[in-house]
């Protein structure tokens, strides 16, 4: 995924997020699946199920070398943000 950044005036903002609260889902998801359907009406390609079916359905593998700190680190693998330390007590 990419990360992107919108500007939304007030008022649709609000709604939106009435919306999305009220169909317990994310912000971020009613927006996508928003932006999926106005793709899809425009006659714009959606991706291919072969492509999702590829990825989701793949064999699960072990890493030799795990982080130990994989939720500490967790934006760095998505996002590529500086990895975090642990503070310690």
């Given at each position: 995924?990419?990360?992107?950044?919108?500007?939304?005036?007030?008022?649709?903002?609000?709604?939106?997020?009435?919306?999305?609260?009220?169909?317990?889902?994310?912000?971020?998801?009613?927006?996508r699946e928003a932006l999926q359907e106005y793709l899809a009406r425009a006659g714009n390609v959606q991706p291919a199920p072969e492509a999702v079916d590829e990825i989701l359905l793949a064999e699960p593998f072990d890493d030799p070398r795990p982080d130990p700190a994989l939720s500490l680190n967790v934006d760095h693998y998505?996002?590529?943000a500086a990895r975090r330390t642990r503070r310690r007590r």
């Open positions: 995924m990419h990360r992107t950044q919108l500007l939304l005036p007030p008022d649709l903002h609000r709604h939106a997020a009435e919306t999305a609260k009220a169909r317990r889902v994310s912000l971020g998801y009613l927006v998505l996002y590529g």
